[in-house]
């Protein structure tokens, strides 16, 4: 059974940092380009950013809104994917879900979900 | 960036009825394309890549169409399970990007 459990959400004032994590289980963690997307409160779906698997260096690509400011990386040692929000903004405020995505050419498509875990940028 | 409108954004159906959802983008994306359902309080649900390819154990109500600039999502019979939220998402370049969303509800 796959599984991505995330850890690490909380509450932190304007400007504060705060580092997620999600630990993968049940299917190839380390050949599979790994994703974080955020969820605002009421609000649709944003992609933040990926890392890509060892094949392809780890290179990671971001959102405009938060590229500078997060930093995705990963242990394929211990499954785990992680996402460090420095200078954060109120308008990070959402539940931030860790997403493996789909294998070989279909690496586009997110096809494992964790259950999410809440930030709150608030003073 | 790739922007991607969904339509309706909002839809109200019954059970048995046939749902149609509409993604259209803001430049070609070839078949780039996946939809995923959302239920309150849970994570997105991949259903269709690729714009019509299902996704293992999705039931066969579903089915995706569509290339370019415009897709759609029908669901052939709506069931009680079905009363979700529904996005479509590109990969055909980055940033990925979603839909805003269609909720479909009774």
């Known amino acids: 059974e796959v599984q991505l459990v995330e850890s690490g959400g909380g509450s932190v004032q304007p400007g504060g940092s705060l580092r997620l994590s999600c630990v993968a289980s049940?299917?190839?963690?380390?050949?599979?380009?790994m994703d974080w997307v955020r969820q605002a409160p009421g609000k649709g779906l944003e992609w933040v950013g990926r890392?890509?698997?060892?094949?392809?260096?780890?290179?990671?690509e971001y959102a405009a809104s938060v590229k500078g400011r997060f930093t995705i990386s990963r242990d394929d040692s211990e499954n785990s994917l992680y996402l460090q929000m420095n200078s954060l903004k109120t308008e990070d405020t959402a539940i931030y879900y860790c997403?493996?995505?789909?294998?070989?050419?279909?690496?586009?498509?997110?096809?494992?979900w964790g259950q999410g875990t809440l930030v709150t940028v608030s003073s | 960036d790739i922007q991607l409108t969904q339509s309706p954004s909002f839809l109200s159906a019954s059970v048995g009825d046939r749902v149609t959802i509409t993604c259209r983008a803001s430049?070609?994306?070839?078949?780039?394309l996946g939809w995923y359902q959302q239920k309150p309080g849970r994570a997105p649900k991949l259903l269709i890549y690729?714009?019509?390819t299902l996704e293992s154990g999705v039931p066969s109500r579903f089915s995706g169409s569509g290339s370019a600039t415009e897709f759609t999502l029908t669901i052939s019979s709506l069931q009680p399970e079905d009363f979700a939220t529904y996005y479509c998402?590109?990969?055909?370049?980055?940033?990925?990007?979603f839909g805003g969303g269609t909720r479909v509800e009774i």
């Open positions: 430049q070609d994306i070839y078949s780039h």
């Open positions: 049940g299917f190839p963690f380390s050949d599979r380009y």
């Open positions: 690729v714009a019509s």
């Open positions: 998402q590109q990969r055909n370049h980055y940033p990925l990007t």
């Open positions: 890392v890509r698997s060892k094949g392809d260096s780890y290179t990671t």
């Open positions: 997403t493996g995505a789909k294998s070989g050419n279909y690496h586009g498509y997110l096809g494992h």
